[in-house]
């Protein structure tokens, strides 16, 4: 059965920080898809970024960069100089190619950045 | 800009009511999903869809029923509420396993039951 672990439940950090998210996923399938949400105090969730299991080349997006490493389960989140609108909940979420796209989250983070 | 809409952003029901918590997404996904959110307990899949008229359980079903009579509509049902139904309701719909841009979810239902 997937899982999906965040053992992280809150994080609090002063402005400029970086400050990474940790993610840790069960899995018994080889192709699988994870995926992290970020959601602000209005409540929607966000689509951050979206990676397959064959791909683990590590990504950039502006301030925001993902770890994916196979060997340890874990596919962790780094903010790079955060500022107080990343303050959100940020959720993983894994989906197995044979449990018909049914998406599994973990408990989510409670980010707080203070200025 | 591609939407998933939520009938209501609030509803407050009593106990005992069968509640319908309709939505619509508008980008011809295959798979629709109704998750709710409780604090410390993240969100968890009620029920899902991947065709028309068909629907898989999730890990909380019960208590709940969907229908899935057209492709751009999913309800959820709560066939007789009771308080600890009382939640945050999202849906979300997207292509097989979230290809093009992920799972999209609509803004949510704030249920309260009295």
């Known amino acids: 059965a997937q899982k999906v672990t965040q053992a992280q439940t809150e994080i609090s950090v002063v402005e400029k920080e970086d400050v990474t998210l940790d993610c840790v996923y069960e899995t018994r399938d080889t192709t699988y898809y994870l995926f992290w949400y970020k959601q602000p105090p209005s409540g929607e969730l966000v689509f951050l970024i979206r990676r397959n299991s064959f791909d683990e080349q590590n990504e950039i997006s502006g301030r925001y960069s993902w770890n994916f490493q196979k060997s340890t389960s874990s596919f962790n989140f780094t903010i790079t100089a955060s500022q107080v609108v990343d303050s959100a909940v940020y959720f993983c979420a894994l989906s197995e190619e044979t449990s018909g796209s049914r998406l599994t989250f973990g408990e989510g983070t409670q980010l707080t950045v203070n200025p | 800009d591609v939407k998933v809409t939520q009938s209501s952003r609030y509803l407050v029901k009593r106990t005992g009511e069968k509640v319908f918590l309709e939505c619509v997404q508008d980008m011809d996904h295959e798979n629709m999903f109704w998750y709710r959110q409780d604090p410390g307990l993240g969100l968890r899949l009620i029920y899902f869809s991947y065709d028309v008229k068909m629907k898989e359980k999730g890990d909380i079903p019960e208590g709940y029923s969907v229908s899935r009579e057209k492709k751009e509509r999913f309800s959820l049902i709560l066939e007789s509420a009771s308080t600890n139904q009382t939640s945050m309701y999202l849906c979300?719909?997207?292509?097989?396993?979230?290809?093009?841009?992920?799972?999209?979810f609509g803004s949510g239902t704030r249920l309260t039951v009295v």
């Open positions: 979300a719909s997207s292509f097989p396993h979230g290809q093009n841009y992920g799972y999209t």
